[in-house]
């Protein structure tokens, strides 16, 4: 601020002697109107200016890395899929479906998942504290969320659940996510190293704009990945590093790949800022090995990489044989400290077994970085002011769930394993199905929420979609929407684009 | 230690550049006292709620009932909510696409975005598309996303007033723009003269900066003044000749504490000028829950409402927006309360206005007991007019001047929550600022904070004048606190001023 002040006033003291130079510009100017006043707009001007100069907002106005950066996901078949959800409200024969049915987003809670009662139950109390002292609210709800929403509320100052919080988000709601952190992994986390942001989104977002000065800083990125990495990158004006998963072994993420990619890239001139891992993996839903893990670590701590590790899919493992082990957990347990590895750790409210898309709760804890690189995290965390407190507050719940022995325990575990179990199910018939369908053959989906089959298709279905200017993908996507009112995602959206996938 | 990928310098520049006063070195130190025991009265933001200002009822109950829909179906549930919040919150649920914890459109709830559309009609005379209408995680979220799709690079200024609210420059930074300044008249209460945005504009255009775009903020924060009708006409003519887009933050709308000035939309304005400004200049105004009277800051809901944004530009915006999805569910509904309010004859009709009506009043008169008790410190210099309006008594509607410090917060207070007052600092505590190596203003802040626990947010944090400094406080603390803050106050700066005073001739001007 100072240093804009200081400038203004040079500005000032020297505009003296500019005027002379400055009256001249105006002479010269396209700018006519400068010294007009009101009353001399008249229509003829008005059509001369406007085919002069383009509108300050138009598309060739606006910012490029707006027009670049792509997000599939509700990108152009969603958009085709809305215009046909309006179709048939007012035409119910206008096509050979009753609904749509949106494959497209991992968004449990609109296709009829329950949320969890006891998380609701705290919400509920924490947003109208008021009736908490009247005694009808104790046959409303169980007795021990109206326990933990008085033990949320005395940790917010004035109990004000309106007021902004601590730009990292409400401390005691921190501590809880720490603790819960600690349970989770058996190695301790630190309240201070948490941000609560309006979803895991933002924080990622927070992180890019960190990191990427220039198209020069690239971002190692898993293909195919969720494009709200791509989206990012190029809205920061990065460039993403892509590095394969190898569909032939279950998606797998070999350490050789992640070498050859940071190399070649390098030798172009990109400075390889970060990696960003998602585990267990969105859209492909592999849920590495510890071993693997190791390994990537190791890749981080040797290259100087900063490891972005995506982990809101942590709940959503549907294979016995597999389990998931955080980064955090992992780094530890090989004797990584603060001063071996930078790590930044996603967690979202958004998935899971509670699905809760639309609070917009999530965090990220950050480890690994000098307090000056801390400050200037939170400096921009700050600008927004807080997250939202509603979430903040699912965030903490979603960490430190009910145990054994509270009153809604049992309630709630039978909520849990019913969902769980349930996408389970889903995820294997759905699989059976797909592999039995010509054509298209479909990996194991040990985790997250999304099947990611490949589609071989016949030259001819290439060559129309060529015709239709479509990714093949995406022509196919297209097709199966018009006839079925099923969404998916071609994978192209998701950067896969050596064979063709749908995502869903 | 290995190779580190990101330490501070190698971080992105921009990050850098950012400054946010309102969280900035003040509120860290007040922070930091607060751990160590000391009680801090934080007056450094606009956050009702945080100073004891209570929610209002009808729209919690609403969200209650929305984020726990079994209790819907339980019978007692009559026995704790009335029946217009339970209908309502039915209502809501049913615009929703799977309650609360499902991704909306990432434009907002459709029925909620119409419910802003009639609100925004209602208001202003004038029919809104609902499709024009994008519902935010708070307004700040909307202007960046607005002021990232307009700026490109260096080359491109956006005007913002001096002084403002940090989010602007903070976010110019961010964005890798550049900040145009356009002085507010402190001696004309605040006002804004076209003169001056003719100068900055044409200077800006002498360095080679395009100019894009130009925020006002209406009511004024931190100065709390109110833009007039002539005012709004001067500006949309001024954007139309510059080819400039608008960029209304109209926050503050509902905090109006006189009746000779009442509120007037920029788009209100710009429609009532008709062609070719009505069809031709680019306005996108916001709005929040989180000012007026309800004060929901931690619900973080907000809208803009696009004018004259040419369609493909609309869905670029729309799809930066669907890369975070949606905005939260709850403050959606918190937003759609706020503009389709109850009625009379609605069950909570009384209630909700009786707690409307609290708050606005005692803000009103919060805004009265800042100002007496201001008036008692020395070596400030006050400014007011609209004194009629606002003062208990006597005056009469010419300027006054006097070297108290009084109501100038009152005097300018014709909206918003803050008070920015002006401190005219001896020379010797500006040199004893720089000895400490702080802006003078900052010093003065620190030192208050120190004595009184008050935070407040130097006037440097939101630009000024050079030589010229002011404090930012809000006007939310308490009604029965604020006697003892102003005791407090006048206590620390009196003998500030007399620690600094060195014969120093008290001049009028």
């Known amino acids: 601020?100072?240093?804009?002040?200081?400038?203004?006033?040079?500005?000032?003291?020297?505009?003296?002697?500019?005027?002379?130079?400055?009256?001249?510009?105006?002479?010269?100017?396209?700018?006519?109107?400068?010294?007009?006043?009101?009353?001399?707009?008249?229509?003829?001007?008005?059509?001369?200016?406007?085919?002069?100069?383009?509108?300050?907002?138009?598309?060739?106005?606006?910012?490029?890395?707006?027009?670049?950066?792509?997000?599939?996901?509700?990108?152009?078949?969603?958009?085709?899929?809305?215009?046909?959800?309006?179709?048939?409200?007012?035409?119910?024969?206008?096509?050979?479906?009753?609904?749509?049915?949106?494959?497209?987003?991992?968004?449990?809670?609109?296709?009829?998942?329950?949320?969890?009662?006891?998380?609701?139950?705290?919400?509920?109390?924490?947003?109208?504290?008021?009736?908490?002292?009247?005694?009808?609210?104790?046959?409303?709800?169980?007795?021990?969320?109206?326990?933990?929403?008085?033990?949320?509320?005395?940790?917010?100052?004035?109990?004000?659940?309106?007021?902004?919080?601590?730009?990292?988000?409400?401390?005691?709601?921190?501590?809880?996510?720490?603790?819960?952190?600690?349970?989770?992994?058996?190695?301790?986390?630190?309240?201070?190293?948490?941000?609560?942001?309006?979803?895991?989104?933002?924080?990622?977002?927070?992180?890019?704009?960190?990191?990427?000065?220039?198209?020069?800083?690239?971002?190692?990125?898993?293909?195919?990945?969720?494009?709200?990495?791509?989206?990012?990158?190029?809205?920061?004006?990065?460039?993403?590093?892509?590095?394969?998963?190898?569909?032939?072994?279950?998606?797998?993420?070999e350490v050789s790949e992640l070498k050859k990619q940071l190399e070649t890239s390098r030798s172009k001139g990109i400075t390889v800022r970060a990696l960003v891992v998602i585990n267990p993996g969105n859209p492909t839903g592999q849920v590495l090995a510890e071993e693997n893990q190791k390994a990537i670590v190791e890749f981080c701590k040797q290259e100087g990489l900063v490891l972005l590790a995506d982990e809101v899919y942590q709940e959503n493992v549907y294979v016995p044989e597999k389990k998931f082990h955080s980064f955090k957990k992992v780094s530890r347990s090989m004797g990584y400290g603060e001063k071996d590895i930078a790590l930044v750790s996603f967690q979202s409210v958004s998935k899971g077994y509670y699905g809760e898309c639309g609070k917009r709760g999530g965090y990220m804890e950050v480890t690994g970085f000098g307090a000056d690189v801390r400050e200037q995290i939170y400096k921009v965390a700050s600008v927004n002011l807080c997250s939202n407190i509603s979430g903040q507050i699912l965030a903490s719940l979603v960490m430190s769930p009910p145990k054994v022995g509270d009153e809604s325990y049992e309630s709630y575990s039978a909520e849990r394993d019913g969902i769980l179990s349930s996408l389970a199910r889903r995820a294997k018939t759905l699989e059976d199905a797909f592999s039995k369908l010509e054509g298209v053959t479909c990996n194991k989906a040990e985790g997250a929420m999304y099947l990611f089959p490949r589609i071989d298709l016949p030259e001819k279905a290439i060559k129309a979609a060529e015709a239709a200017k479509k990714a093949p993908d995406a022509y196919y996507c297209q097709r199966l929407l018009a006839a079925t009112g099923i969404v998916f995602v071609p994978g192209s959206g998701f950067g896969q684009v050596s064979s063709w996938h749908l995502a869903f | 230690m290995g190779l580190k990928a990101l330490d501070y310098e190698t971080m992105n520049e921009n990050v850098k550049k950012v400054q946010y006063a309102v969280r900035g070195e003040l509120y860290l130190r007040a922070s930091e006292l607060q751990k160590e025991g000391k009680k801090i009265i934080f007056t450094n933001v606009g956050n009702p709620q945080a100073l004891g200002q209570k929610p209002l009822t009808f729209p919690r109950q609403v969200v209650a009932l929305c984020q726990a829909p079994f209790l819907l179906d339980d019978p007692n549930v009559g026995l704790i909510f009335p029946a217009d919040a339970i209908a309502r919150a039915k209502h809501y649920l049913s615009l929703t696409s799977g309650g609360l914890g499902a991704y909306s459109d990432s434009r907002g709830i459709p029925g909620v975005r119409k419910e802003v559309a009639e609100f925004i009609e209602r208001r202003d005379g004038y029919p809104s598309d609902p499709e024009l209408i994008f519902l935010t995680d708070g307004a700040s979220k909307g202007v960046m996303q607005i002021l990232n799709c307009i700026i490109r690079g260096q080359g491109d200024g956006v005007l913002v007033p001096v002084p403002q609210y940090p989010l602007y420059s903070a976010t110019i930074s961010l964005f890798g723009g550049s900040l145009v300044p356009y002085y507010l008249e402190e001696t004309a209460n605040w006002g804004l003269d076209v003169n001056n945005l003719r100068e900055s504009v044409a200077q800006a255009r002498f360095k080679g900066i395009t100019v894009r775009a130009m925020v006002i903020i209406n009511p004024g924060n931190p100065t709390g003044q109110c833009l007039s009708e002539a005012n709004l006409r001067e500006i949309l003519n001024f954007c139309y000749q510059e080819n400039l887009v608008l960029l209304g933050d109209e926050v503050y709308q509902q905090n109006i504490y006189q009746d000779e000035r009442p509120f007037i939309s920029s788009r209100k304005v710009l429609m009532d000028m008709g062609p070719p400004i009505s069809k031709d200049v680019q306005l996108v105004s916001f709005h929040t829950v989180s000012k007026g009277y309800w004060g929901e800051c931690g619900q973080r809901g907000g809208y803009f409402e696009m004018t004259n944004i040419p369609p493909k530009t609309v869905d670029e915006i729309y799809k930066i927006a669907s890369i975070s999805l949606s905005p939260n569910v709850p403050a959606q509904i918190f937003m759609g309360l706020m503009v389709n309010p109850l009625k009379p004859g609605d069950v909570s009709y009384d209630q909700f206005v009786r707690e409307s009506k609290g708050i606005l009043e005692s803000l009103r008169r919060r805004a009265r007991i800042m100002t007496d008790g201001f008036n008692s410190c020395k070596n400030v210099v006050?400014?007011?007019?609209?004194?009629?309006?606002?003062?208990?008594?006597?005056?009469?509607?010419?300027?006054?001047?006097?070297?108290?410090?009084?109501?100038?917060?009152?005097?300018?207070?014709?909206?918003?929550?803050?008070?920015?007052?002006?401190?005219?600092?001896?020379?010797?505590?500006?040199?004893?600022?720089?000895?400490?190596?702080?802006?003078?203003?900052?010093?003065?802040?620190?030192?208050?904070?120190?004595?009184?626990g008050i935070s407040t947010v130097p006037g440097s944090g939101f630009g000024q004048k050079e030589g010229v400094f002011h404090l930012r406080t809000t006007i939310l603390p308490a009604e029965e606190d604020m006697p003892e803050i102003m005791s407090s106050f006048k206590k620390f700066n009196d003998e500030f001023m007399a620690q600094y005073e060195d014969n120093w001739n008290r001049s009028r001007m």
């Not at chain 1, 033990?151 to 409400?170: C, F, K, M, V």
């Not at chain 1, 293909?223 to 998963?245: D, E, F, K, N, R």
């Open chain 1, 1 to 253: 601020m100072r240093r804009f002040v200081i400038g203004s006033a040079r500005n000032l003291i020297e505009s003296s002697r500019q005027k002379y130079q400055f009256e001249r510009s105006i002479l010269s100017s396209p700018y006519r109107f400068l010294s007009s006043s009101p009353a001399a707009d008249s229509p003829s001007s008005s059509s001369s200016s406007s085919s002069t100069m383009a509108h300050p907002v138009s598309l060739n106005t606006i910012n490029p890395k707006v027009i670049e950066c792509e997000y599939a996901v509700r990108g152009e078949i969603v958009t085709l899929a809305q215009k046909l959800q309006e179709e048939i409200q007012t035409k119910p024969d206008a096509h050979p479906f009753e609904e749509i049915l949106y494959c497209n987003i991992g968004n449990p809670q609109s296709l009829g998942q329950q949320p969890i009662t006891f998380f609701r139950e705290v919400l509920a109390l924490c947003d109208h504290p008021a009736i908490l002292d009247k005694s009808e609210t104790q046959g409303l709800f169980s007795a021990d969320s109206i326990e933990r929403a008085w033990q949320i509320l005395d940790q917010i100052p004035g109990r004000a659940t309106g007021a902004y919080s601590h730009s990292q988000g409400i401390k005691g709601l921190r501590d809880t996510i720490a603790a819960g952190i600690e349970a989770r992994d058996g190695f301790p986390a630190d309240p201070n190293d948490i941000f609560l942001t309006d979803g895991a989104s933002p924080a990622v977002h927070m992180m890019m704009q960190l990191l990427i000065r220039s198209e020069k800083d690239g971002i190692l990125c898993p293909i195919p990945q969720y494009p709200l990495y791509s989206a990012s990158i190029a809205l920061h004006g990065g460039t993403l590093v892509p590095y394969y998963l190898d569909e032939a072994t279950g998606w797998g993420l």
């Open chain 2, 382 to 452: 006050c400014n007011f007019t609209e004194g009629k309006s606002l003062l208990s008594t006597g005056h009469s509607k010419a300027f006054v001047f006097c070297d108290f410090f009084s109501a100038l917060l009152l005097g300018y207070h014709t909206g918003a929550m803050y008070s920015f007052p002006q401190l005219r600092l001896p020379p010797k505590a500006i040199e004893a600022a720089k000895q400490a190596g702080k802006v003078p203003d900052v010093f003065y802040c620190l030192k208050l904070l120190e004595a009184t």
